[in-house]
């Protein structure tokens, strides 16, 4: 791997936090009945520089194009002590400002994790997001709290795979899997048949918690330890919205309770703009520093000492809540109400800052959603994401940043030496053409795709298919939408 002053500054950093960020104690992922799920859309990222990342709607036949990976993940990290509960090689937690993967063996003494973070985290990685991924991170352009950081975030427990061959297969990520430049992932988002439409707490010691599904069956499922008195300043908040989910993984929900930020300043720099509270299970919320925090609502039973019992479960803490949040669409966005003894529900009020006894009159709250986001307005939000994503590249082609091209394209590899035993050329993380050849080049039909970016890598390898060189050249395809049936 070539040298990085970005990447050596994030490894630093990563060392300089590397107390804060390991886990407390070892979990076995919990086990539970399963229950019916349906794939909803899968994300695809191609772990090198500028890789490709991809949203497909249709299980892999076609993807759409929102964003690139700006650095690539390396290694894995030690994670925080919620990530233990979650099984290797699926998501263990969903947030505007992160996606975590839970990887490693269950004979490893704490989770591992890679990383998948917004572009702002790249920015200011020391200042951001609690969990410092170091080179654990997959850094992108994507803003936060957009696209897979929002709408189309994935649920926590949904499976990993990489890529194999020509993309035509996919397996599961393997026990104690090391991210590798090149490598190729998805994530199946999976949620389930029958959904949630309201999570209610009863704000008071020996409270009710009670969900409500899609087809009208309701159910207490546990019980209100301790009730939310506050609020406190969590990462991401302010990139949030007032009601949404910040942050969903095994051991908490994370509600802000901050608008939008509009400062150009980062978040924890400049005024405070952040705001919000947890809903966090017994056994996980007495292992950590948040125990007995006013901004935290304790659900579980009354065991003591508390044992695991909710942690990494459905519904709250596995598979049931993606980010879905914006005024454009609220039927489909996550909201939080509250109710002030007994009087009727009202929208989450906007609080920032550290407050211990903002909501100490809520008697009530409940989690609401009028309809799961279905198909048609998924498709459009990829819509969407691709849009904004292709104008900036458009725009970034026609100033010289990329090559346009159209029709027949060759590419060559730069100077490959005399180990060179072949050459491979992948266009966006998918294998097209080998050649071992001089002068090693690649013509490409540029008709078959539809117009858009794309990056051509070609990688000059030995004969133990170790590469020896790269060369990367992205392009602005533009054939007028013209897309043939056949070629290569």
Excluded at 141 to 157: A, K, Q, W
Excluded at 172 to 195: K, T
Excluded at 342 to 348: A, F, K, R, T
Aim: glycine fraction near 10%; proline fraction near 8%; include cysteine.
């Amino acid at each position: 791997m070539r040298y990085s002053p970005m990447r050596f500054a994030l490894f630093l950093c990563s060392l300089l936090l590397l107390p804060f960020t390991i886990a407390s104690a070892h979990e076995m992922p919990p086990t539970f009945p399963a229950f019916a799920q349906v794939e909803s859309h899968r994300i695809r990222i191609v772990n090198s520089l500028e890789g490709a990342i991809q949203i497909s709607t249709d299980k892999g036949q076609t993807w759409h194009l929102i964003g690139r990976v700006t650095a690539p993940a390396t290694q894995s990290l030690m994670g925080y002590s919620a990530s233990g509960y979650a099984q290797p090689g699926t998501v263990a937690a969903t947030a505007v400002h992160g996606l975590r993967i839970r990887v490693g063996d269950f004979d490893t003494p704490d989770p591992l994790l890679i990383n998948i973070l917004p572009k702002e985290f790249s920015q200011t990685p020391s200042l951001f997001g609690g969990h410092v991924s170091g080179l654990s991170g997959i850094y992108t352009n994507i803003p936060v709290g957009t696209s897979i950081f929002r709408e189309l975030s994935p649920l926590v427990g949904s499976p990993v795979f990489r890529e194999s061959g020509m993309g035509q297969s996919q397996s599961l990520l393997p026990l104690n899997y090391i991210p590798r430049e090149g490598d190729v992932l998805q994530i199946a988002v999976r949620q389930p048949v029958n959904p949630l439409s309201e999570v209610f707490f009863d704000n008071r010691a020996g409270g009710n918690v009670r969900v409500t599904y899609a087809d009208g069956t309701k159910n207490v499922i546990t019980h209100v330890v301790k009730p939310v008195v506050g609020i406190g300043r969590y990462d991401g908040c302010s990139y949030t919205g007032v009601g949404a989910i910040n942050t969903n993984h095994d051991g908490v929900i994370t509600v802000s309770t901050a608008p939008v930020t509009t400062s150009p300043l980062f978040e924890g720099t400049g005024e405070e703009r952040r705001g919000g509270f947890q809903i966090q299970p017994a056994y996980h919320n007495a292992q950590g520093d948040g125990a007995g925090a006013p901004s935290v609502l304790v659900i579980g039973s009354r065991k003591k000492p508390p044992a695991p019992e909710m942690e990494g479960t459905p519904p709250l803490f596995y598979g049931y809540f993606d980010l879905g949040w914006g005024m454009d669409q609220p039927k489909h966005s996550w909201r939080m109400e509250v109710q002030h003894r007994e009087g009727p529900w009202q929208p989450m009020p906007t609080l920032i800052g550290s407050l211990p006894l903002a909501l100490a009159d809520v008697s009530a709250l409940r989690l609401v959603r009028d309809s799961p986001g279905d198909g048609p307005w998924r498709e459009a939000q990829v819509k969407i994401a691709e849009k904004e994503y292709a104008v900036q590249a458009l725009a970034d082609a026609r100033a010289g940043k990329s090559l346009i091209e159209r029709g027949d394209v060759t590419f060559s590899a730069s100077a490959p030496d005399r180990r060179t035993a072949f050459v491979a050329f992948y266009l966006d993380g998918q294998l097209r053409g080998l050649t071992n050849t001089a002068p090693y080049s690649f013509r490409w039909n540029s008709r078959v795709v539809p117009d858009g970016e794309y990056v051509i890598e070609a990688l000059a390898q030995d004969e133990n298919n170790q590469t020896l060189s790269s060369t990367r050249t992205k392009i602005w395809v533009d054939n007028r939408h013209h897309v043939e049936t056949s070629g290569g």
